[in-house]
């Protein structure tokens, strides 16, 4: 166990719907990260946050949005949803993400199916 | 600029034989280096990392790395592999990149264990 926990562990939903999956960093961590994992792809950075603030952009599209609340949690919100959004989203954090050491302790993901 | 190269998409050994699993790596700066193993449907769990200390690292479940900076190498051994080991395996660099910690994951490497 990471410490990381992610809810919900399954999401079943249909296109053009929208969905917020919602994450909880490790006790003390400021960063966190979320990443898109799917068979055609692999797995790919989304975004991080780092104590509220955004950080870094990766591969998101702009159907999607995240947000670190002052608790630290983050929610992922997606947006007219496409079949090919079916995916496994991987949240992770770290104590800050300042140093090129800090480890990445990741979640059990969410499992989001697109119908 | 920073990559991260696995040169096996998918690796077959049989129980009881050593495992190798290779990764290059691209970084301007002296980086830190990481395997994460992903267990079907679950999240990504360290093995190991490398931050500039002993080049050969030790890890969980016998595991162990060596960094080799003259070959720009990370490889991933175990002298002997077991059935639970049969899982995807990430190599990930990490380095600097405007005083924040930045990432690039590997596509991974499938490994199989053959009875």
């Known amino acids: 166990d990471s410490g990381v926990t992610q809810t919900p562990k399954h999401l079943i939903t249909a296109t053009g719907q929208r969905v917020t999956l919602r994450c909880s960093p490790r006790?003390?961590?400021?960063?966190v990260y979320w990443y898109q994992q799917s068979l055609d792809q692999g797995l790919q950075f989304l975004i991080q946050y780092y104590n509220g603030e955004e950080r870094a952009k990766g591969n998101i599209l702009e159907r999607f949005s995240a947000q670190q609340f002052p608790d630290l949690h983050s929610e992922l919100n997606l947006s007219s949803l496409e079949l090919g959004d079916s995916a496994l989203y991987f949240c992770a954090s770290s104590v800050a993400g300042v140093t090129s050491t800090d480890t990445q302790y990741f979640g059990p993901g969410t499992r989001l199916t697109v119908l | 600029a920073q990559s991260v190269t696995q040169l096996d998409s998918h690796v077959s050994v049989s129980e009881g034989t050593p495992v190798l699993l290779r990764c290059n790596y691209s970084?301007?700066?002296?980086?830190?280096l990481f395997w994460y193993v992903q267990h079907p449907n679950k999240g990504l769990q360290l093995l190991l990392k490398?931050?500039?200390?002993?080049?050969l690292v030790k890890g969980i479940n016998g595991f162990e790395a060596e960094f080799k900076k003259s070959e720009t190498s990370f490889h991933l051994t175990k002298p002997s592999a077991h059935m639970s080991d049969a899982a995807e395996y990430f190599c990930v660099v990490s380095d600097l990149a405007g005083g924040y910690q930045k990432v690039t994951f590997g596509i991974g490497t499938k490994l199989q264990v053959i009875p």
């Open positions: 490398y931050t500039s200390a002993a080049t």
């Open positions: 006790s003390g961590d400021l960063s």
């Open positions: 970084s301007s700066y002296s980086p830190s």
